[in-house]
């Protein structure tokens, strides 16, 4: 090999070495953990009888342990809570429209009319949802509650209110005081 081979070599060997000319770095990932389960595997070829059947049972004592945990992980985090609820407790899952209602006047009452919008909001639907004998979720969407709540054009036109109240752009007292009104209405028309 001439020295201008050499080195025309030694250029080709160091362009093919570059990050571009090698395998993308999930196939070195695996082959790397190819290559060291045949090394682990080959050494435990070699291994005798005895040897061979500790070695199953830490690994089987090691693979019971990892499914009892997520066993019980899964099964923590699907039951339901099996301690008794103070009376407290259930008052604070639950919210009762009284509260709520003294919550959206003193939101209020400091001018935060988006933020009062809100509780005026869920302390109607509480109300009318234990007229009904609907249980309360406070997940369920205002929307959502006048489709599971009996047909009601004011209630409609309450929720309209209170969203534009919470959502609109330049909220105020004036439309806070037409939710109240709203409100007033459909607790007269419904006692």
Known sequence: MTPEDAATYAHLREILASEEFKPPMADRFWEGIINALKWLFGHLA??????????????????????????RLFGRSVAPSRQPQSEAESHVRAPTAPTLAERANALAIAGLWRD?????????????????????????????????LPPSPPLTEFTRSAERLAFGQRPDAAQFANCVRLYDELMGERA
């Open 46 to 71: 070699g291994l005798g009888r005895v040897d061979s059947f500790v070695v199953a049972l830490v690994a089987g004592g090691v693979l019971l342990a990892l499914s009892l945990r997520a066993w």
């Open 116 to 148: 009062a919008a809100r509780p005026l909001h869920q302390a109607l639907l509480v109300q009318l949802c234990a007229r009904a004998g609907i249980e309360w979720r406070d997940a369920v969407s205002d929307w959502e509650w006048l489709s599971r």
